[in-house]
C-alpha cells in the first residue's frame, strides 16, 4: 500500500516538475521545476526498492535472522543522484545568472538567438 | 514513566499549536516571528524531554539536540527579523518604539 | 502509518502544484524546498533514513540556499520581483 | 499555439505512461538476488553494518568516484563561469553582533557534527555526502554572517585534491595489494563488528569522500555567492 502511494505520488510530481520547466516563462521557476520533478524520480526510485514490513538495511546485530530488510541498492542510487542534482541545480543557476547579465531578464522569449 | 512523557510532548504540541494560533493572530511581520519563535523554542525542549522519558537511552543525544536547538533557534529568528527590517516590512500601526531604527539614525 | 503517509504525500503534492502556480520566485522556490522535506519523511516511513538525510541537507537545504544566492545577484536591478510580463518589456526597451 | 498542443500532448503520454505503470505495480515481497546477497554476505564479507554505505564504498565503489568526479566537474564550471565579472570592492551590510558570536561559537560544533556524521557511516545511517553537507552548510553560515570576509579558494582546493588523490591511492592499493579489485576495503584487519574502528578502509574512504564533497559543495556556494559588478541603468 504505502509502496503504491509512494509511486502514484513521485509520478504526479515528475509530472507537475516537467510541467512546470515546460511552460513557465521565468527560467528560475523552470529550474525549480527540475528540483521537482528530481525528487519525484527519487520517491519512484525507492518505492520499488520497498518491500512492506521491511527495516532500514542497518543491521546492528549479526545474529538477527527473520528480520526483513528493504533493498539498499535503490538507495545507494538515489544518495549519488540527489548529489549529482544539486551540482546540476548550480550549473543551471550559473548559466541563468550569466544570461541575466547578458539580457537584464530572465524570461524566456527574450533570448531570441536560438528561434526558428 | 510513559504517562510523564506522553505529557510532556502533549504540552510540547499543544504550544506549537498555540504557537501557530499566533502566527495567524498576530498583526505584523515582527509579532508573528516573536510567537512562532518562542514558542517553537519552548515547544521543542518540551517535546524532547518528554522523549528523554520515553526512551531514556536517548538522553545524552537529547541534551545535546537542546543545547543546539537553544543557540541556533533564538539567533536565526534575529536574523530574521533583522532582515525584514532593513528590507523595510511595513509595521503595525501600534508599534511604539523602534530601537534599531533610532540606533540606525544615530550611526 | 499508511494513514500518515498518505496525508505527508498529499502535503507533498500541494507544496509541489504551489511551486508551480505561485507568480512570486522567492514563495516558488521556497515551496521547492518544501518539497524535498516532506519528501524526506516520506523516506523515513519507507525505510531509507541514509536517503532521508541526504534529501534534507542537500536537496532542500542547500539548494533552496544556492537558490537565493542566484537571486540575490539577480534581483540587484529586478527590484519588484514580483513577476510582471509588462514591466519587464519596457525596462528591456530602455536599456535598448 | 502548437507549442502548447505539443506540452499537452507530451505530458498526457508521459501521464498515461506513468498512469500504466502505476496501475501494474505490485509492491515486492523478496528481495532481488544482489540486494540479497548484499544484506546476507554484506557485514560478514566486509564488516560493515550499514548495507548502503557498503554498496556506495565498496560494492559500487567505481560509481561513487565517478559521481565525485561529476560533482567536481560541476564545481569547476560553476567557478569559471561565474568568476567571469567579479567585483572584489563592493561592500555588503555586515551581519549583527549576534549573529557573528553565534556563527563563530557555531561554526566548530557544526564542523564536529559533520565529521561524526561521516565517520560513523558504516555504523548509523549518514555517511560522506551527508556529512559532506553539513560542513558545506557551515561555510554557509560564516559566508552569510561576514560577507564582507575574503575566502579564498586555495585552501578548499588543496584539502579536495589531497583528498580525492588519496582516495584513488587507497582504491589502487586495493587491486594491488589483496588483488580482489579496484576499491577492496580488506586490505587492513576489519576489526570487531559493529565498533568505530571496524570494516577495514570504509570509514577511512568515507572521511576522504566527506572532506572532497564538503569542499566540493563549499566551493560551489563560495562560487555563487562572490559580487557581481553592479550594473546601472545608463
Excluded at chain 4, 567536481?72 to 549576534?98: K, P
Amino acid at each position: 500500500m504505502i509502496g503504491t502511494i509512494a509511486v502514484s505520488t513521485g509520478s504526479l510530481l515528475v509530472l507537475v516538475g516537467l510541467w512546470s520547466a515546460l511552460t513557465n516563462r521565468d527560467i528560475i521557476r523552470m529550474i525549480v521545476g527540475f528540483t521537482i520533478f528530481d525528487v519525484g524520480i527519487h520517491l519512484i526510485m525507492i518505492s520499488v526498492g520497498y518491500i512492506s514490513g521491511g527495516t532500514a538495511p542497518i543491521i546492528s546485530n549479526l545474529s538477527d535472522i527473520g528480520v526483513s530488510y528493504v533493498d539498499p541498492v535503490p538507495q545507494a542510487l538515489v544518495l549519488t543522484a540527489i548529489v549529482i542534482g544539486l551540482g546540476i541545480t548550480a550549473f543551471m543557476l550559473t548559466y541563468a545568472v550569466n544570461m541575466y547579465e547578458k539580457k537584464g531578464t530572465l524570461e524566456i522569449d527574450k533570448f531570441e538567438e536560438l528561434k526558428w | 514513566m510513559e504517562i510523564a512523557g506522553s505529557i510532556f510532548v502533549l504540552i510540547g504540541s499543544l504550544i506549537f499549536f498555540l504557537s501557530s494560533l499566533g502566527v495567524i493572530r498576530m498583526p505584523d511581520v515582527y509579532n508573528r516571528i516573536q510567537t512562532g519563535t518562542k514558542a517553537t523554542t519552548l515547544g521543542t525542549i518540551f517535546v524532547l524531554v518528554g522523549l528523554a522519558f520515553l526512551s531514556p537511552d536517548w538522553t545524552a543525544k537529547l541534551a545535546v539536540l537542546l543545547v543546539f536547538i537553544l543557540l541556533t533557534n533564538p539567533v536565526s529568528s534575529h536574523v530574521v527579523a533583522r532582515a525584514a527590517h532593513f528590507n523595510k516590512e511595513p509595521m503595525s500601526p501600534l508599534t511604539i518604539e523602534d530601537k534599531l531604527e533610532a540606533k540606525e539614525e544615530e550611526a | 502509518m499508511e494513514i500518515l503517509f498518505l496525508i505527508i504525500s498529499v502535503f507533498t503534492v500541494i507544496t509541489a502544484l504551489t511551486a508551480l502556480a505561485v507568480k512570486d520566485r522567492v514563495v516558488s522556490v521556497l515551496a521547492g524546498g518544501a518539497t524535498g522535506l516532506f519528501a524526506s519523511i516520506l523516506f523515513i516511513i519507507m525505510a531509507a533514513p541514509d536517503v532521508a538525510m541526504t534529501e534534507a541537507a542537500i536537496g532542500s537545504g542547500l539548494t533552496t540556499f544556492i537558490f537565493f544566492f542566484a537571486l540575490r545577484k539577480i534581483r540587484r536591478n529586478d527590484q519588484d520581483h514580483s513577476y510582471k510580463v509588462s514591466e519587464v518589456t519596457n525596462r528591456s526597451r530602455e536599456n535598448d | 499555439m502548437i507549442k502548447k498542443a505539443f506540452t499537452f500532448l507530451m505530458l498526457g503520454g508521459l501521464g498515461a505512461m506513468l498512469l500504466n505503470f502505476i496501475l501494474s505495480f505490485r509492491e515486492r515481497t523478496a528481495l532481488p538476488e544482489v540486494a540479497a546477497h548484499y544484506i546476507e554476505k554484506g557485514p560478514a564479507e566486509l564488516g560493515s553494518a550499514n548495507i548502503v554505505t557498503s554498496v556506495v564504498v565498496t560494492y559500487r565503489g567505481l560509481d561513487t568516484l565517478g559521481e565525485v568526479t561529476i560533482l567536481f566537474a560541476a564545481a569547476a564550471v560553476v567557478g569559471l563561469l561565474i568568476h567571469l565579472n567579479r567585483n572584489e570592492n563592493a561592500v555588503r551590510r555586515e551581519g549583527s553582533e549576534i549573529l557573528k558570536t553565534a556563527s563563530a561559537l557555531l561554526f566548530p560544533l557544526i564542523l564536529m557534527f559533520g565529521a561524526y556524521v561521516f565517520l560513523n557511516g558504516h555504523l548509523s545511517p549518514g555517511g560522506g555526502f551527508q556529512g559532506g553537507a553539513i560542513i558545506a552548510s557551515a561555510v554557509v553560515l560564516t559566508v552569510l554572517a561576514s560577507p564582507n570576509r575574503k575566502i579564498g579558494h586555495t585552501v578548499l582546493s588543496v584539502i579536495e585534491s589531497i583528498s580525492g588523490l588519496a582516495y584513488v591511492a587507497l582504491g589502487a592499493a586495493g587491486a594491488l595489494l589483496v588483488a580482489n579489485g579496484f576499491l577492496d576495503n580488506r586490505i587492513i584487519p576489519l576489526g570487531e563488528f559493529g565498533t568505530l574502528f571496524s570494516a577495514g578502509l570504509i570509514p577511512i574512504i568515507y572521511t576522504l569522500i566527506g572532506l572532497k564533497v564538503g569542499s566540493e559543495l563549499s566551493s560551489v556556494v563560495i562560487s555563487l555567492n562572490g559580487e557581481t559588478i553592479e550594473e546601472d541603468d545608463q
